[in-house]
């Protein structure tokens, strides 16, 4: 599926009947073979506010307004998904769950569902409201073809009828009672409908491609220089650690804190593993490395203080790195090789690690 891909309306028809002597009832009919969901709002007659009403069985109704409201109707698109735009940092996303109040992947700001209304959808909410208005003062029912339009007015279709938009990744949440289908930006996000990080999830999809990728240049490379580079290649998992790892700490930030310790959480580095422990384990009271050797750290060490030098000193070794391992296994200037067995020790640790820290994080969080 193409990234950016428009979605388009799951269509169907919505139907204002006007009943005598003075009412109107809202109805919809969906169309097509994809099938669709649909959630609904309560608006103003003036258009100023904007409500989340749950849909119930028949023995519920939508809570009684403060003021004459008038419903509506937001339907999916043809993936049965609503776009979202979060009303702090205007993100985009997608989600199936249009839950009472949601959380932004993004920034992880919660508040009322209808603040994240998007757009497109408000054009919609207006353009439904202006015909129920137009029902009840004609005292005559209103019917919105909205395939008819699509089918009508390909190019010039009116801007009340909204589309969606594909993103990079979509997820399903981890946590087994959730079952919320998002999309999104970027990699690294929380469920919109419990907040769930999904940090963890991300992490092992790339620590198995690199899994896979070790055993197939295992079997496949027989010349030493270019296994030597495949290696130095796959050494990348750290930085994939490090990715997820930043993803929390950007979330322990959020937490009430001194603006020191904020400040102090926001700089820590992870290229440093044991000093960050060190930090997690005197500020959260967790601990990344537990059931860790000493000589597992040291390895473990060893590797992230490599990844560093292979990345910003084009692999060989300087006096930092020998400052921060203790390593008597090369001198300064030599040129790092790393091993395919040293990638497949570290992978196992890569996970445990980051195990331990997504464990202890959700602990607080």
Not at 116 to 138: C, D, G, M, V
């Amino acid at each position: 599926m193409s990234e950016f891909q428009e979605i388009a309306h799951s269509g169907g028809r919505i139907e204002l009947h006007f009943k005598q002597p003075d009412s109107v009832s809202l109805g919809f009919t969906g169309s097509g073979p994809s099938g669709m969901a649909l959630f609904q709002m309560g608006v103003s007659l003036d258009g100023k506010k904007l409500e989340y009403w749950p849909l119930g069985g028949l023995d519920m109704r939508p809570p009684e307004p403060p003021s004459p409201m008038v419903p509506v109707f937001i339907i999916s698109d043809r993936e049965q998904c609503f776009g979202r735009s979060c009303p702090k940092c205007h993100s985009y996303f997608r989600t199936n769950r249009p839950a009472p109040v949601l959380r932004c992947p993004y920034c992880s700001h919660m508040d009322r569902n209808a603040t994240f209304t998007t757009p497109n959808q408000l054009q919609f909410i207006h353009k439904i409201r202006e015909s129920y208005l137009a029902a009840w003062n004609e005292k005559r029912s209103v019917t919105i073809d909205l395939d008819k339009l699509a089918d009508e007015l390909p190019e010039n279709r009116p801007a009340w009828i909204y589309s969606e938009e594909r993103q990079q990744y979509s997820y399903e949440c981890p946590s087994p009672d959730c079952e919320t289908r998002y999309d999104i930006l970027g990699e690294y996000a929380g469920c919109p409908t419990c907040g769930k990080r999904n940090s963890l999830q991300v992490f092992e999809r790339h620590i198995s491609e690199v899994e896979e990728q070790l055993d197939k240049a295992d079997d496949a490379l027989t010349d030493r220089q270019e296994r030597e580079v495949e290696w130095e290649k796959l050494s990348r998992c750290i930085s994939d650690f490090e990715a997820m790892a930043r993803d929390l700490q950007g979330q322990l930030s959020l937490l009430p804190a001194t603006p020191k310790r904020k400040r102090d959480i926001e700089s820590m580095s992870f290229q440093n593993i044991l000093k960050a422990n060190e930090c997690l384990q005197n500020w959260f009271s967790f601990d990344m490395l537990y059931h860790f050797s000493d000589d597992d750290k040291t390895f473990l060490n060893r590797m992230f203080n490599r990844r560093h030098v292979l990345i910003h000193n084009g692999g060989r070794i300087d006096q930092e790195y020998l400052d921060n391992t203790g390593d008597t296994s090369v001198r300064l200037n030599q040129k790092i090789v790393v091993r395919s067995k040293e990638i497949r020790r570290l992978l196992p640790l890569l996970r445990m690690v980051a195990k331990n820290l997504f464990q202890g994080f959700e602990l607080i969080a």
